[in-house]
């Protein structure tokens, strides 16, 4: 699959609603493994992705920043909040297999504010794009 279907597909993904979630699973492969690492948690079949994200008990609402990968491996970057809670930041790593993600890797982190010694050398980031 060359580039931009593969863009295609992931932006997809990423436009349908978080609410519709078979027309959202449409992305996996029947055989994919959807990963939280930090929880040392795997979900392993489509259709156990699909009923880990319908009976989720939390409102939520993700905005991407942004995509970067090539043939079978993209990265995404974005902003995801539970219930309208404080953003988190998350990378996400699809890898791709006959057109379809066989395997999602998901890494969350909370923002911070940065300490006042440092300030001399960075600049704010208001975007993530």
């Known amino acids: 699959m060359d580039e931009a279907a593969t863009r295609a597909i992931i932006k997809d993904f990423f436009d349908t609603?978080?609410?519709d979630v078979?027309?959202?699973s449409e992305i996996y492969a029947d055989d994919a493994v959807l990963e939280f690492p930090q929880g040392k948690e795997r979900i392993r079949g489509k259709?156990?992705?699909?009923?880990?994200?319908?009976a989720y008990p939390a409102r939520v609402s993700i905005e991407l920043h942004r995509t970067i990968g090539r043939q079978d491996?993209?990265?995404?970057?974005?902003?995801?909040r539970y219930d309208g809670a404080n953003p988190l930041n998350v990378v996400d790593i699809m890898e791709f297999r006959d057109g379809k993600v066989a395997r999602q890797r998901l890494y969350y982190g909370e923002p911070?504010?940065?300490?006042?010694?440092r300030a001399r050398w960075v600049e704010?980031?208001?975007d993530l794009t």
């Open 73 to 80: 491996l993209w990265v995404n970057e974005f902003t995801i």
């Open 47 to 54: 259709a156990n992705i699909i009923a880990f994200r319908s």
């Open 22 to 24: 078979v027309r959202s």
């Open 124 to 126: 704010p980031m208001e």
């Open 17 to 19: 609603p978080v609410e």
């Open 112 to 117: 911070w504010e940065p300490p006042e010694w």
